[in-house]
């Protein structure tokens, strides 16, 4: 599956964001899908991540309550809503994906084999 992330772009502390992360090549529905970021000179960091249904979903603490993660499996597509945003949310963030039919959400990086090329997100203050 190929995956493309979109919806980044340079928002104001406080503004919001919807990213998108489309998948081609197969069908999504079976897909656990996660987000990461990665801010400049710091490590890859896990965000949010969603089972296949989209029944359950598992956020890190530093975006719950601002941020929303859904799918529309007949469109291939998971959304991240990003509220609230944050000068310290400036990342640049990449979807990845893996074949999970159990329902378990994934939140190690490690463990998904597909990824997106990422989109930058700039809050300024």
């Known amino acids: 599956v190929q995956l493309q992330a979109s919806g980044g772009g340079l928002v104001q502390a406080g503004g919001y964001l919807r990213l998108s992360c489309a998948a081609s090549?197969?069908?999504?529905?079976?897909?656990?899908v996660g987000w990461f970021r990665q801010a400049p000179g710091k490590e890859r960091e896990f965000v949010v991540a969603?089972?296949?249904?989209?029944?359950?979903?598992y956020y890190a603490d530093s975006v719950k309550g601002r941020f929303t993660i859904s799918r529309d499996n007949a469109k291939n597509t998971v959304y991240l809503q990003m509220n609230s945003l944050k000068p310290e949310d400036t990342a640049v963030y990449y979807c990845?994906?893996?074949?999970?039919?159990?329902?378990?959400?994934?939140?190690?990086?490690?463990?998904?084999?597909?990824w997106g090329q990422g989109t930058e997100v700039t809050v300024s203050s």
């Open positions: 969603i089972n296949w249904s989209g029944g359950n979903t």
């Open positions: 090549g197969r069908t999504f529905s079976s897909y656990a």
């Open positions: 990845a994906a893996r074949v999970e039919p159990s329902g378990w959400v994934i939140t190690t990086q490690s463990q998904y084999n597909y």
